[in-house]
């Protein structure tokens, strides 16, 4: 390892900045706007034989698009060995493509390994049903009862292997009057409540512009699943978690129930700003830049204020405590805003940041991919691969970090069926595999 040290005058922080480098693992790093290291990404190399946490869990995994491989990502990137059992077209996640690139699969199913069997034919059945016997956890995300019209119902796996965590994921769950509709998460996130919220009043409801309901969901299941299969362990005994994409994100949108049922209120879109806390907003900066800016607390009020130069604020009737300012929202918010509409972003962020104002910018793809703490917490890196210009993908690092057991990076995202012949051939033997390769009921590739 090699390590930078350099004083910078203009460092946001008083002192000595310390960069930790890693040879060979970074590029070269520059100087720019007397604030930021601007660099490449750190780039990683997959390691086939690293280990993690979860090392010997095997995931069987049937399921499609973003909630399921969210889910099975995390326990592939701690070591799980997860098998994608995909149909000859794939999984549908691999169709969300950019310049012909399939970026969503690269960066959401790196780590798995990937068979491609026939689910319309019975001895391709008859292969998910000998894998999900050796397995700890199954995954599918098809609509209720369509598992068991595959001849893969519950009872039926559990006859093959009684310790079987079986994770199904849908859209509004296993029972119940909507059990049958799509289980998109667009219709989640308008009926959970999260659009109703989202945005401002006078104009209409947003929905995210991200894989929110699926993603929330497929990090729930990662905690469901792990106490199940904690129980089977001690136990002997499987079970069947039922995730649905709109359970995970109605629990998230705070206890809309009992303050509706105290105050009678319906909460109203409110933009940036809380119904919570004041003042808490995007500011605008002179130069076209953005800052989020929070003081939820008195003290870090108080802070705001004297970094304004506004002490009098502090003992303002409409602005003494939290209940005064947000019955008075205009006036406090109006104050922040004109101040930081007079300096440039860096400099709102330098001098709040020296205040110990809790401030942050305003980031766009563009400027996360140049920051500094970003690039050295490796919250973004990347890694080798064919189809980019570079052959280098970028891509999350990752999470959650673990002291003892970080994650680990063995493998690439797989072509279909890029797998079949070690795992489907170990486990029906040689001639057995080329049998059914050549009967249809294995497809893709057989090497």
Partial sequence: MAFISAVWPDW???????????????????????????????RREFDPEAQGALQGVRVVDLSRLVAGNVFSLVLADHGAEVIKVEPPSGDTLRAWKVKGV???WKTLCRN????????????????????????????????????????LSPEALLAVNPRLVIVRISGWGQDGPYRHKPGFGTLVESYAGFAAL?????????LPPMFLADAIAGLYGVGAAMIALRHAEATGVGQVVDLSLFDPLFTMLEPQSANHKLSGVVK???????TNTAPRNVYKTKDGGWVGLSASTQPTFAKLMRSLGREDLLVDPRFRTNTDRIANLDAIDGVVRDYVAGMTREEALAKFDRDGVTIGPVLNIRDISEDAYIREHESLIEVPDPDMPDGWLPMHGEVPRLSATPGILRRGAPRIGEDNRAILGALVGEEEFDRLHAAGAIQGESA
């Fill in 198 to 206: 989202n945005g401002f009043e006078d104009r209409e409801p947003v």
């Fill in 102 to 104: 399939e970026t969503s």
């Fill in 12 to 42: 946001p922080s008083p002192g000595r900045a310390r960069l930790r480098f890693v040879a060979g693992r970074g590029q070269d790093r520059v100087w720019q706007s007397g604030r930021h290291w601007v660099a490449g990404l750190h």
């Fill in 268 to 274: 109203k879109r409110t933009g940036s700003r809380s």
């Fill in 112 to 151: 798995k390994r990937s068979v491609c069997v026939d689910f319309r034919n019975a001895e391709g059945i008859a292969l998910i049903r000998a894998l999900a016997a050796e397995a700890a956890m199954f995954v599918e995300s098809f609509r209720p009862d369509v598992l068991e019209d595959m001849g």
